[in-house]
């Protein structure tokens, strides 16, 4: 005698449009890639990437998201979602920092930053760091200096690796300013990316006009892109507010002071670009 579970139709699945592996759900588990665009996700106005519903700034260009899409039918819908994403990058940082047994650096510095990265030693008996409770703030802070290091050491395969969670860690973000805004673009210009780089740059000199990060960000793209007038104009730009900007002591600007003084002696002349 069959009963009703025995009469249940199979779980429907389709071909995955990337590695044509059968799949079902929202991903394919072979390969990662967005079988469909679920009915909640949220568009970015900006530059329409598709980001899951709980995803407060763009991954691809940094802009705020709206609230689009059907609204939750309570409270505990909404927050599902933003469990669910924060709860998955842990699980993969975890994963990943043990599969590496060695903590990231504990500074990075953008492209063309001057002297090589002082990495950090790995914890005792080379346990990797307790990520679990880390804020959203510190596990993008963590992604960037992973990213960064190994960018800088040449280790394309980690920076692939490691990009697409910091872009998720980014867009889980409570608030973006301006520090955060310049880590993305610097991931973003390592994976080639720089249309969105250039995003945040614009962003930064629309928010903040006289923010040195905006202009460093500008500078650095129209370097990569070829573009030298617009890379001279940046220049031009970073050093008309550089001492102004310098004496207001901005705690990003202290973290990352070795890169400013850097930028600064390209512009003037004194060092050369790298």
């Known amino acids: 005698m069959t009963t009703p579970a025995d009469q249940s139709e199979p779980q429907q699945t389709t071909r995955c449009p990337k590695c044509a592996s059968p799949a079902s759900g929202r991903f394919c588990t072979n390969c990662g890639a967005a079988l469909g665009v679920a009915s909640t996700d949220i568009e970015c106005a900006r530059c329409h990437h598709r980001s899951p519903s709980g995803t407060r700034f763009c991954p691809s260009c940094g802009s705020p998201l709206g609230a689009v899409g059907p609204r939750p039918r309570s409270a505990a819908a909404t927050w599902v979602p933003w469990i669910l994403g924060g709860g998955m990058v842990v699980v993969l940082l975890l994963l990943l920092f043990r599969s590496s047994g060695r903590p990231p650096a504990s500074d990075a510095q953008p492209i063309g930053a001057a002297g090589p990265v002082d990495g950090a030693s790995p914890d005792a008996g080379g346990v990797p760091p307790d990520i679990s409770n880390m804020s959203p703030r510190e596990r993008f802070n963590r992604l960037y200096q992973r990213v960064i290091t190994a960018a800088q050491q040449g280790d394309q395969a980690t ?68 573009k030298d007038a ?22 990003e600007y202290l973290e990352h002071q070795k890169m400013l003084e850097e930028v600064h002696g390209i512009a003037t002349g004194e060092k050369p670009a790298k």
């Not at 890379?231 to 705690?251: T, V």
Request: charged share 30%; proline share 3%; hydrophobic share 45%.
């Open 230 to 251: 617009e890379r001279d104009a940046m220049y031009q730009k970073f050093l008309a507010r550089y001492d102004k900007e310098i004496a207001s002591k901005k705690p």
């Open 159 to 226: 920076v692939q690796r490691f990009t697409p969670m910091a872009l998720a860690a980014y867009g889980m973000l409570d608030k973006v300013d301006a520090d955060a805004r310049y880590h993305l673009a610097m991931i973003e210009l390592h994976v080639g990316d720089l249309a969105a780089a250039q995003a945040q740059a614009d962003s930064l000199q629309k928010l903040e006009p006289d923010h040195l990060f905006g202009y460093v960000i500008g500078a650095a793209v129209a370097r990569f892109d070829k």
